[in-house]
């Protein structure tokens, strides 16, 4: 039991490695989009600019929302899951 544990518990840090890196990486990926998008409504105020800031701001924030965003928290529960499965299985067969 100590060894399921144990095997659990490295898998979440992993899993939450994994989590933070992929967040990351999405969000900036849909800031990018949401920046592209403001130099092209805007071409005569393309490039830094505070109401670029804020309009990117203000979209990002019902981000967290998004099928996309929360299709990333499937990687802290699948392998989980799976391998919980793949034990109970194998145990109990």
């Known amino acids: 039991m100590i060894a399921f544990l ?5 898998v979440l840090i ?3 490695i994994f989590y933070a890196l992929l967040s990351i ?5 849909r800031r990018e989009e949401l920046e592209k998008e403001w130099d092209r409504r805007h071409p005569e105020r393309a490039g830094q600019s505070p109401e670029r800031g804020e309009f990117v701001r203000r979209s990002m924030v019902g981000f967290n929302k998004t099928l ?3 299709l990333v928290a499937l990687v802290l529960f699948l392998p ?3 391998i919980i499965v793949i034990i109970v299985i194998v145990n109990y067969n």
């Not at 144990?6 to 490295?10: E, Y």
């Not at 990486?25 to 990926?29: E, K």
């Open 14 to 16: 992993v899993e939450l």
């Open 80 to 82: 989980v899951v799976a």
């Open 25 to 29: 990486y999405i969000r900036s990926l």
């Open 6 to 10: 144990r095997l659990i518990g490295m």
């Open 68 to 70: 996309q965003a929360r």
